[in-house]
């Protein structure tokens, strides 16, 4: 069964400072990763994913991630983060080839940036 | 750009009481999910359908129900309804020819809340 672990409840940063939050995951040959926002009272937002091919992908709102195979991680970056980052951030894992598409999200990570 | 519908936004229901909600996804989308996110959670999955048939299965009480009509719509179920059922239930769809490849689409959530 595959797992997805976001070590830190919360992160503080402050505007315009780097912004790094942490996911790994355990899954049965290569995984599909995603990571989403959730804003208040909201449905979630997808900001980027990988599939396959370059280890760092980039994705909306000038969010990246570098996927890490031998450390089995997917960390999300920002280089300079907003106030309007705050949020709540979900990583998720999908098994290649897994019978049926659903997504297994981490225990999201609570993202507040100080002006 | 047309997003995923869910409705009721909010629904206050008794213990004991039934509840329906219903999802529209994306226009040419062909599978449904339905999570679940109790407060301070993350989603949990719940069942998905694609083509109108059940894809997939997780942590779906027995008493909740779901189906996916002819219209790609899709409505879930809920009986004997409890206080542990309290929580912001996420519909969400992907688009066809995807596979495991797609990111999920989600609907902003109906809040239910059983007394």
């Known amino acids: 069964a595959q797992s997805v672990a976001q070590p830190e409840d919360q992160v503080n940063v402050a505007e315009g400072n780097p912004l790094t939050v942490k996911c790994t995951y355990s899954v049965s040959g290569n995984p599909y990763l995603f990571w989403y926002v959730q804003y208040p009272n909201r449905g979630l937002q997808f900001l980027l994913k990988?599939?396959?091919?370059?280890?760092l992908v980039k994705g909306s709102y000038g969010f990246e991630a570098e996927f890490n195979k031998s450390q089995t991680s997917f960390h999300l970056k920002k280089p300079s983060a907003l106030v309007s980052d705050s949020a709540l951030y979900f990583c998720?894992?999908?098994?290649?080839?897994?019978?049926?598409?659903?997504?297994?999200f981490g225990g999201g990570t609570r993202v507040l940036v100080k002006p | 750009a047309a997003g995923v519908i869910q409705s009721p936004r909010h629904l206050i229901k008794e213990k004991r009481e039934t509840a329906t909600l219903k999802c529209y996804p994306i226009?040419?989308?062909?599978?449904v999910y339905w999570y679940q996110q109790g407060p301070g959670q993350d989603p949990q999955f719940l069942i998905s359908f694609y083509e109108k048939m059940q894809s997939d299965k997780g942590s779906i009480p027995d008493r909740f129900s779901a189906q996916q009509f002819s219209d790609y719509h899709s409505e879930l179920n809920m009986s004997s309804l409890e206080l542990g059922d309290s929580a912001l239930y996420f519909c969400?769809?992907?688009?066809?020819?995807?596979?495991?490849?797609?990111?999920?689409?989600f609907g902003e959530g109906s809040r239910l809340t059983v007394l």
């Open positions: 226009p040419r989308h062909d599978t």
């Open positions: 969400a769809s992907s688009a066809p020819g995807t596979g495991g490849t797609g990111e999920l689409f």
């Open positions: 990988y599939i396959t091919g370059d280890n």
């Open positions: 998720a894992v999908r098994p290649y080839r897994a019978a049926g598409n659903k997504l297994t």
